[in-house]
């Protein structure tokens, strides 16, 4: 039996006769707007910055109980819960090495004590949604940090955390009767380790794991890996990627240095493409490019001077990320530390405004619309809003300042049918710095934007 059938045999085994509770969600339910929240994966470490080892820190990815505590805690605090950030999720740090006698996931003891029943009860009660990390091969991505003080007795740096494969109705099962409402099933180890041959095919395991989470009853937000998600162009996107959860990869792993992150954003200016949302569909594909690294990531006390944080952009870029993720309708995770908010944290992930853009009910994402007498490096983006008005990003990826112009006919048309023209008037709010601009824009608007910057803008048809 080849691999593909023998997948497509346990899929039929299985998981027949199921609803698409996880994938259709237009009515306010979940996956009818992009997910918020926070991530373990850069909390404590470098991860992954310029220079930097990626998965070499011994705090890459750790995460416990403690900690998880203490975000949620802060993110109450701080506003950030209040603000829409309500999804805390584990990334590849929880799984002890090693499944029960039965055969099922389970916690690392040293890390989560009380075990997952109880972290998503201890979430639940504070108006939180949880969230956990599997891989849909043979073993997971990585070791979840090789720090002896996180987890005694156990030898990370030398183990194989294990993969769904040849569970994955019991991994649904297990975790749905954790409380557990969100799902990241990464993609590693897709080659059999003793038989080179096998390999496993992406598409027939997502959708696997689509039923079989179906089946268990529970309606948990499913992210996974789109294939070609490396990929630039946006007709690359398989059909099956919007019908097969809520949110989808759309590019590599997202790292905290600039290239990193202009490579991604290379990406995303497709993300209408990508995104299968909006009014007029039955599925709610997000786009996921992977986690935002606002304010810098964690730093591994292996690294000389390290504290609190090492920012590996600036705070222009961070904004840019920010602002680009939010235009394309992505899902806003935070993987770095914030339970000692910055002012300038708090400045970019509270703007109350470009979050109501991310969350539009209108559910279309974004994406480029222009770049400016044929230079890549100015780039105008737009995304249609519920209300009949358009918010437009200029990102100016190159070195120096520059002169970006929004030439309103190529804009897309409004959620009214509206179409923009030479000669249509506009108001102007600037969605940065939340001021409304004293000038009525005819035909075309302009701002100087500085060498990574983004400014975004909302634009509303003047009587």
Same mark, same amino acid.
């Given at each position: 039996?080849?691999?593909?059938?023998?997948?497509? +045999?346990?899929?039929?085994?299985?998981?027949?006769?199921?609803?698409?509770?996880?994938?259709?969600?237009?009515?306010?339910?979940?996956?009818?707007?992009? !997910?918020?929240?926070?991530? @373990?994966?850069?909390?404590?470490?470098?991860?992954?910055? &310029?220079?930097?080892?990626?998965?070499?820190?011994?705090?890459?990815?750790?995460?416990?109980?403690?900690?998880?505590?203490?975000?949620?805690?802060?993110m109450m605090e701080n506003g950030m819960q209040a603000a829409g950030y309500t999804y805390?999720?584990?990334?590849?740090?929880?799984?002890?090495?090693?499944?029960?006698?039965?055969?099922?996931?389970?916690?690392?003891?040293?890390?989560?004590?009380?075990?997952?029943?109880?972290?998503?009860?201890?979430?639940?009660?504070?108006?939180?949604?949880?969230?956990?990390?599997?891989?849909?091969?043979?073993?997971?991505?990585? &070791?979840?940090?090789?720090?002896?003080?996180?987890?005694?007795?156990?030898?990370?740096?030398n183990a194989s955390i294990p993969g769904d494969w040849n569970h994955y109705q019991q991994d649904a099962s297990t975790i749905a009767a954790w409380g557990v409402d969100f799902l990241k099933m990464d993609w590693c180890v897709s080659t059999d380790p003793h038989n080179p041959r096998f390999k496993l095919d992406i598409e027939n395991i997502t959708m696997h794991m689509h039923h079989c989470l179906n089946t268990t009853g529970r309606q948990l937000w499913f992210n996974f890996h789109c294939p070609n998600s490396g990929g630039t162009s946006p007709d690359t996107v398989?059909?099956?990627?919007?019908?097969?959860?809520?949110?989808?990869?759309?590019?590599?792993?997202?790292?905290?240095?600039?290239?990193?992150?202009?490579? !991604?954003?290379?990406?995303?200016?497709?993300? +209408?493409?990508?995104?299968?949302?909006?009014?007029?569909?039955? @599925?709610?594909?997000?786009?996921?490019?992977?986690f935002l690294m606002t304010g810098g990531a964690g730093c591994d006390r292996s690294v000389q001077g390290g504290g609190l944080r090492c920012p590996g952009q600036t705070d222009v870029e961070y904004k840019t990320e920010f602002s680009l993720w939010t235009m394309a309708a992505a899902q806003l995770l935070v993987a770095t530390d914030v339970r000692q908010i910055t002012p300038f944290m708090r400045e970019v992930l509270l703007n109350l405004e470009l979050i109501a853009v991310n969350q539009d009910p209108l559910g279309v994402a974004g994406g480029l619309v222009e770049e400016c007498n044929g230079d890549a490096t100015k780039q105008v983006w737009g995304r249609p809003l519920h209300d009949g008005s358009l918010a437009i990003a200029l990102y100016n990826s190159g070195e120096q300042n520059a002169t970006i112009?929004?030439?309103?006919?190529?804009?897309?048309?409004?959620?009214?049918?509206?179409?923009?023209? !030479? @000669? @249509?008037?506009?108001?102007?709010?600037?969605?940065?710095?939340?001021?409304?601009?004293?000038?009525? +824009?005819?035909?075309?608007?302009? !701002?100087?934007?500085?060498?990574?910057?983004?400014?975004?803008?909302?634009?509303?048809?003047?009587?």
């Amino acid at each position: 039996m080849t691999v593909q059938s023998a997948i497509q +045999a346990s899929f039929v085994t299985f998981c027949v006769a199921t609803t698409l509770q996880v994938a259709i969600a237009r009515d306010g339910s979940i996956g009818s707007l992009p !997910a918020m929240g926070w991530n @373990t994966w850069c909390t404590e470490s470098p991860c992954g910055q &310029n220079g930097i080892k990626p998965h070499n820190d011994k705090l890459h990815d750790v995460c416990h109980e403690d900690e998880v505590k203490e975000i949620a805690s802060s993110m109450m605090e701080n506003g950030m819960q209040a603000a829409g950030y309500t999804y805390i999720n584990l990334d590849d740090c929880w799984i002890h090495p090693n499944r029960t006698v039965d055969g099922k996931l389970q916690p690392d003891p040293n890390r989560f004590p009380s075990g997952m029943a109880a972290m998503a009860d201890w979430l639940h009660d504070r108006g939180f949604k949880f969230g956990v990390y599997t891989s849909g091969g043979f073993a997971t991505c990585s &070791n979840g940090g090789n720090d002896p003080a996180h987890s005694p007795g156990i030898d990370r740096q030398n183990a194989s955390i294990p993969g769904d494969w040849n569970h994955y109705q019991q991994d649904a099962s297990t975790i749905a009767a954790w409380g557990v409402d969100f799902l990241k099933m990464d993609w590693c180890v897709s080659t059999d380790p003793h038989n080179p041959r096998f390999k496993l095919d992406i598409e027939n395991i997502t959708m696997h794991m689509h039923h079989c989470l179906n089946t268990t009853g529970r309606q948990l937000w499913f992210n996974f890996h789109c294939p070609n998600s490396g990929g630039t162009s946006p007709d690359t996107v398989p059909e099956w990627c919007p019908a097969a959860g809520n949110s989808y990869r759309v590019g590599p792993d997202h790292h905290d240095y600039w290239p990193n992150t202009a490579h !991604a954003i290379d990406i995303l200016k497709h993300g +209408a493409m990508w995104s299968a949302t909006g009014p007029n569909t039955n @599925t709610t594909g997000w786009n996921d490019p992977d986690f935002l690294m606002t304010g810098g990531a964690g730093c591994d006390r292996s690294v000389q001077g390290g504290g609190l944080r090492c920012p590996g952009q600036t705070d222009v870029e961070y904004k840019t990320e920010f602002s680009l993720w939010t235009m394309a309708a992505a899902q806003l995770l935070v993987a770095t530390d914030v339970r000692q908010i910055t002012p300038f944290m708090r400045e970019v992930l509270l703007n109350l405004e470009l979050i109501a853009v991310n969350q539009d009910p209108l559910g279309v994402a974004g994406g480029l619309v222009e770049e400016c007498n044929g230079d890549a490096t100015k780039q105008v983006w737009g995304r249609p809003l519920h209300d009949g008005s358009l918010a437009i990003a200029l990102y100016n990826s190159g070195e120096q300042n520059a002169t970006i112009t929004s030439n309103f006919t190529m804009l897309p048309k409004t959620s009214t049918g509206m179409q923009w023209t !030479a @000669t @249509t008037l506009a108001t102007v709010r600037d969605l940065w710095a939340h001021e409304d601009l004293t000038t009525v +824009a005819q035909g075309s608007f302009s !701002a100087v934007v500085a060498a990574h910057e983004t400014k975004v803008f909302k634009l509303v048809k003047a009587p």
